[in-house]
């Protein structure tokens, strides 16, 4: 059974980085194939992507938030760490961390599609001062 | 980037009504369409992904299609707990994308 918990701090100030962790079960990101991601929703408002990061160490991010953030991985722990710098009150939000699974295309070549099938009960970060 | 547009907004139905949302993207995504459903404060759940297969787990009663830019998702009975946001999601390319969502409630 996978399952997947955010921690992180809940009230940040403007210009602060946010470090988030998310801990996870049930699999492995050393494994061929993994991908777990990032996603927040801000009070009311839809479902934005931020980051995914795979097995190999393959990152992905939202272009508009790219230059604010790193995604890591530590195998070892079973964790995922994601930092986002020059924290604003418009990134007030619950924070989500998710695994991926993927469909393939066969062909010629083999392509992946990635989805979200699991995520955490995510943790909400006020930003103010 | 693919922009994603559910319709309606807001629907309102009664239980046991079919209803169906329905979701545009800005360009072709072939198939790779997702749809989540999310209850108040709580993380969103996976319906249905490539545009149609039934997540392990989801009642039947959900359904979807649809290839290109243009899908739906159908509730064929709707039941009690069916009262929730619904989203549909794109991962043909980066950046992923979301829909704003379509708020179902009861009528």
């Known amino acids: 059974q996978i399952t997947l918990k955010e921690s992180g701090p809940t009230l940040v100030k403007p210009t602060q980085t946010l470090t988030l962790t998310c801990t996870f079960s049930?699999?492995?990101?050393?494994?061929?194939?993994?991908?777990v991601g990032w996603i927040r929703q801000p009070p009311g408002k839809a479902l934005e992507w931020l980051a995914l990061?795979?097995?190999?160490?393959?990152?992905r991010y939202s272009p508009s938030l790219k230059s604010r953030l790193t995604i890591t991985k530590d195998t070892s722990k079973n964790q995922l760490v994601l930092t986002m710098t020059n924290m604003d009150p418009v990134d007030t939000a619950t924070y989500y961390c998710?695994?991926?699974?993927?469909?393939?295309?066969?062909?010629?070549?083999?392509?992946?599609?990635?989805?979200?099938?699991?995520w955490g009960k995510g943790t909400t970060v006020t930003v103010s001062s | 980037d693919i922009q994603m547009t559910q319709s309606p907004s807001t629907l309102s139905a009664s239980v046991g009504d079919r209803v169906t949302i329905t979701c545009r993207a800005s360009?072709?995504?072939?198939?790779?369409l997702a749809w989540y459903q999310q209850k108040p404060g709580k993380a969103p759940k996976l319906l249905i992904y490539k545009a149609s297969s039934l997540q392990s787990g989801v009642p039947s009663r959900f359904s979807g299609s649809g290839s290109g830019t243009e899908f739906t998702l159908t509730i064929s009975s709707l039941q009690p707990d069916d009262f929730a946001t619904y989203y549909c999601q794109q991962y043909n390319s980066y950046p992923y994308s979301f829909g704003q969502g379509t708020k179902l409630e009861i009528k």
């Open positions: 990061i795979y097995w190999d160490d393959d990152k």
């Open positions: 360009q072709s995504i072939s198939s790779w």
């Open positions: 049930g699999f492995s990101l050393s494994t061929s194939g993994v991908g």
């Open positions: 998710a695994h991926f699974n993927y469909d393939i295309l066969t062909g010629p070549n083999y392509y992946y599609y990635y989805y979200m099938d699991v």
